[in-house]
């Protein structure tokens, strides 16, 4: 009978709202609804990308006495990750399994139930607020705050190449090294050894004929380092990869192209 009652009076709130044209409904904790959401167990520390262990609830709660309520509707509830008031896009994740395969921001309160059970993933570092919006007027969003920790070293970033560079000529710009996480997290306190090659097609399969020398096997020590004298040999159009030799865990990167041309 009280889940019956509760049912009632959100219908004929919903009734009324929608009667006065609706109310605004931001994330912002608004102050006009009835009701706002709850994260029951958010967590305030992860890593990113592992949704492993962020398990928590979404609730809708009655603002007067902070008591959950069972919904009269599919309530779509949607994250947005932040850094500060910067949107960070493509970046939280409200999953359903331990899949942690980033492929919904949103999950639904479904009609007749009190809650919805997810794992939260957020992949960038930058995020340290996360937003709650959701599909209905009666509802106010809420917000977050949460530490994002880079994870594992899964990669190496190799930027800053140039487009251009005459043969025998350390490259200007000098290439970047980076160690970072699958999702792209740039990592400081880790070390590895990199070896950098030149090759002649997009994916690095082809060596290529001449000889790229100067700082191609290099140790980061903080996990970003600047290559000042790397040079290629002769004329082409050549790709640059970096790889750790013998390490399946760390994914290489071929970028390119840069066309060398002699003096």
Do not use: H
């Not at 709660?61 to 008591?67: L, R």
């Not at 008031?85 to 970046?91: D, L, Q, Y």
């Not at 040999?233 to 041309?261: R, W």
């Amino acid at each position: 009978m009280a889940r019956l009652a509760l049912l009632s009076v959100m219908l004929t709130l919903s009734a009324l709202i929608s009667a006065c044209g609706g109310l605004n409904n931001d994330a912002d904790l608004g102050e006009n609804q009835p009701y706002r959401l709850k994260l029951v167990d958010a967590p305030t520390s992860i890593f990113a990308g592992d949704c492993n262990g962020n398990f928590m609830s979404i609730q809708v709660v009655q603002k007067s006495n902070d008591s959950s309520i069972f919904v009269n509707e599919d309530i779509v509830v949607t994250a947005r990750g932040y850094s500060g008031e910067t949107e960070i896009e493509n970046s939280v994740f409200l999953q359903s399994s331990l899949d942690c395969n980033g492929s919904s921001s949103s999950t639904t309160i479904e009609n007749g139930e009190a809650e919805s059970l997810i794992y939260l993933q957020v992949n960038r570092v930058e995020v340290n607020r996360i937003t709650l919006s959701n599909s209905n007027s009666t509802v106010a969003g809420a917000e977050i705050t949460v530490q994002v920790l880079p994870n594992f070293v899964g990669a190496i970033a190799l930027d800053n190449l140039p487009t251009s560079a005459v043969t025998n000529t350390a490259f200007n710009p000098a290439p970047q090294l980076q160690l970072t996480d699958a999702w792209g997290n740039i990592i400081l306190d880790e070390t590895a050894n990199i070896t950098v090659d030149a090759y002649l097609d997009s994916i690095c399969i082809t060596p290529a004929s001449g000889a790229l020398t100067g700082n191609t096997d290099v140790t980061t020590s903080t996990g970003a380092l600047t290559l000042p004298n790397v040079r290629y040999s002769l004329p082409s159009i050549i790709y640059l990869k970096a790889f750790v030799s013998g390490d399946g865990t760390i994914a290489s990167e071929c970028k390119g192209p840069i066309t060398v041309t002699a003096p």
